[in-house]
């Protein structure tokens, strides 16, 4: 099946032997792993119950002061405590930690010996798996009460700020099913929120999926692992074990997501069998769509500052390449010509005079084709002008003038806001939307470039709407707790929009529109001034407890009348792929419950040197404005 | 009446006439207020309806784009508009701005033309405010819907952050009984967050006031005037406007807290008769208990360092001051001492052995002046060691010792920690507490030292108990939003504890007890370690919506047997000073509402070199935890 490997999608598969992850020899247990296809196994760090019945949870010796005196704290480990001891292949084990917790745990007295008694049994585990140089650590559940909860995340503070970078990923395993787990997690994210980033989810499938509501909400958490027990697995008519189609729907969107399948036998199963298991999970995702972003998922890049910054040629030719997206403009160009008069000439009549085109932002060309395409087929004849402002672009387009188009085609060196037309269009055509739809400063440009257009011409784009929705996106928000060089500081990283291809995001209800721009803008028509400036509210539901982390914006375009192209999830343009979705933070991250109201408000601000947004939630939670003034991101005018 | 201003409270008296604050020429108006005894005035910035009806909220010209062109905003104030113009005085009034909001806000759609005619209008207010200098603005109330309170805190971050430092006060109307005004302001407060510290309360009384619960409430709100209009007053039996009880009791409890109080007077009150309320509230003023503390109410001070720094002569006059302190001190000693068998020396008979009492920390004396005095009352010979490790406290101590105490105290210059004795002690006594009990480190202190005494013998505290209760507290919050040299980062503030005579704070449940310490701690003289780390988690019931700012922090102490000291709230020893409460901050504030859990952890830690806290809520909405590893504070050892 290896040959199947190249196409599809990749994953990294992990075998975990029992219920527990018990193994008698790890080097061999992992030799057999290896044999069997699998890259990494799961196994106990400690065996359990420790020798001399250390690893139970209560300490017999209680001091007077309510403290535990050393004594009674049990000894360090000894080799015959250990399954996992020196190793070659460290690297292709992770470890389970704590798995004496429950008991532990579930006897937590407030303030009381067992959570000590744990936090010291806890620490000296994690600093075995430091010693050793696991790539991860497993903790086989959260406790329960807000107390030892609490005391888990001060210890998990406490050992990842000090440790060495290369061991920095605590996995907890949670049930597919289990809303509680998910909400004892927040907790758990937020209490130890300095290392969060840090912080994974080995997902436990039931044999009984939830509904599609609950399975989403994992598509916004930090999901570093799918635990998969062979139970879930049934014989296909050749005697191969395969998953039922909702777990294997299931097991894509997550692999989707970059997610790890562990495979969990029952004891005993020899690795021999082992191998079916792996087999399939590799054909799955083989079957699997390849990534459409070579692996850029959930990447946060700044967006574009067309009218700041020049474009690269090789960021031209990634665009002109959607042959979706000039397939519209040429199908609204046509149809916007067809609604005008023929103009064709005839032979031996009066010549008539070509309809003005005018292509505002002409970059290499793409649109200055599509309009040439649409005339021929709309049986009409045009004069195109090309206005770009970017002199290398100019170069290109002007050698297209003259090897392609003929005499149809004038290019002009110039910004459109200032350019003296001999002419005036019957048609404009712009390509100026980013993400966001008005975010690259679209409104700006064309009404400032309204003034070439006729009297009742048409402007291609007609208008354009932007949408919102609340999302919960933890791998995104502590991507932006990282500051670099380039990302001067928290603060300012969690008030600055980017645009990211949503991977392991979850969007929280349907995107509601939010600012629409209508091209020629009827204000400066009737002689007056532009305002760009927008304040909007928005109201959703939420439908389940969720932890929100800002929100997403796409948009909508009319390019000419029912010719529409569309980034909205809910309508969005088949394979079009120019623009990502953009992805506006909050600060700290909000909580809220099933059902209540997300209150979210916009505003876009402009000056006569820039244009920015301003963000706030009033409910679930309150938060602050965000960006006042532009202070942490804006677009230059 | 002029006479009684020196005693009691000094207050700040305004005058607003009318409804809505409405003169006729203000500098007339002013020196009337003054004349009858007022030091401001709260009146209107401009006429409403404003001249040619532009005050009206909504405006008629919409555009197309569903912008507003500039044509359809109102144009600027006129001359006429204006009811304060330029003016001598202009940092005697506090100028109404918005007055019609409530008008253009009912109206408000989301997105749509009345909020944003309103933020044109407000701002113009706001800069002609600022233009004339006056001390502060006032909006008579906040709007309902989430999106003009939204864009009302984007207005407010917006001027806010360019103006000029002197001009930063918005007073927002509340009123007293109102449970929305409440969550409305929480909501702004939240919103306008990096402002918010400019954003205060003017509190408007009602004729029947809400139950004692809901007054509590303000005392942590930013409350910077109590409006209280003349229909309140009755008259005395003299014939002179007097307040009900209650009014009297809350107006005093505000003045307590640093509010102003304003006097509204009906239309057409004639200035002579305003005196009448201001001599009435200057009365009452001055009838108030002094302040304890000098004005020093809610200044943050780092906790002592006492291990580390050595105090000054005046730390130690001021603490020396504390009468009932070291009356219950010697009574503890007295009392301890009575217990031990008689060992005054019998003329004739053999000379029985003074007992030793160790004074452990000296300071300038007073403990062991306690301790000599508690031997003559209780009929003991003792021998006094005091140990001191300050070399100038020192110096005060050898003078007293041969000056006053005969050849009955021994001065030893040495750290508690490293004395070598040469006889053991049947009692030590120390004052080594700190606000939150054991945060200066009396138990790293005494346990070192708990080798000086005999098997058996007693330590002076024998026990003290932590305890703490969520506040809030929107001012001390704030402050800590400050960054100045000596507090490098706001991260960093908002992870220490601070020292602070609570006035403008508002403790939200009954203070539980965290962390208890014994002296002699039993761990060591059972010849083990003590151990002073703790963890504790609380819970407490919100009494009505509140948003918590953190927590406060007291102790109790059991010096001997049932001789008792304490600055929990719920037993604080009368007229003992020497401790403020402790606050603990946290990084945001969290809401929550009424009848809600509050969980509260606690964690004292410990290396050989220093003590810290960690601290989180789990709920009502869970935090980070503060402080981990003692990043932000510590105390050393």
Known sequence: MSDSQDAGRSVTLGLMCGGNGKVEDAQVALDDAIEAGYSFMVTQ??????????????????????????????????????????????NCFVGIIGDWLDLAYSGAQVGGEDVKHSAAELKRELEWAIYLGLPAV????????????AHLAM???????TIQLQFRNLWVRLSVDSNEDLRKFATF????????SFVGVLLELTPELPDAGMLARWRGEPVRGVLVPTSLFVKNKAGYPVLLRAHQAFVKSMIEIGAQIIVQTTDGTPASEAAAYAEYVEHLASTMEPSPVGGYEDELQAPLQPLQDNLESTTYETFERDAPKYKLYRKAVRRALADLPDNLSVPGQEPKAPYVVMVL????????????????????????????????????????????????????????????PTELADIIVSELLGSFGDNELSPECLDGAQRLLKPGGISIPASYTSYAAPISAHKLHTE????????????????????????????????LPVFT??????????????????????????????????????????????????????????????????????LEPIHGKAGEPVELHIWRKTTTSKVWYEWAFTSPVPTRVHNPKGTSSHIGL
């Open 361 to 420: 932002g002409g970059g290499r060309g793409p649109l200055v084709a599509a309009s040439l395409a649409a005339a021929v087929e709309a049986g009409r004849a045009i004069k195109v002008y090309c206005v770009e402002k970017n002199p290398s672009a100019l170069l290109t387009l002007q050698m297209r003038a003259e090897a392609e188009w003929g005499g149809l085609v004038e290019v002009i060196g110039s910004d459109m806001r200032a350019w003296q």
């Open 189 to 196: 994210l937020t209490l130890a929120a300095p290392v969060s």
């Open 480 to 511: 932006l707790q990282r500051t670099t060089s380039s990302s001067p500081s928290v603060e300012i990283n969690m008030q600055t929009p980017y645009v990211v291809y949503f991977s392991n995001v979850h969007v929280l209800d349907a995107p």
């Open 45 to 90: 760090l400690v065996r359990y119950p420790r020798a001399g019945g250390k690893g139970s949870g209560a300490s017999s010796s209680r001091s007077s002061s309510g403290g535990v005196v050393s004594a009674a704290v049990p000894e360090g480990l000894t080799h015959s405590d250990l399954v996992l001891r020196d190793l070659q292949n460290a």
């Open 155 to 161: 210890l998990t503070v406490d050992s990842f700020h």
């Open 517 to 586: 721009f209508d091209h020629p803008n009827a204000d400066i028509a009737a002689g007056g001034m532009a305002d760009n400036t927008r304040f909007t509210s928005l109201s959703f539901t939420l439908p389940h407890d969720a932890t929100i982390h800002g929100f997403a914006g796409y948009f909508d375009c009319v390019l000419y009348k029912d010719v529409v192209m569309s980034i909205n999830p809910e309508s969005h343009t088949p394979d079009m792929y120019s623009w990502f979705p953009i992805y506006f933070p909050i």
């Open 138 to 149: 497993l903790l086989n559940s959260l406790p329960d009460s807000a107390s030892a909860l």
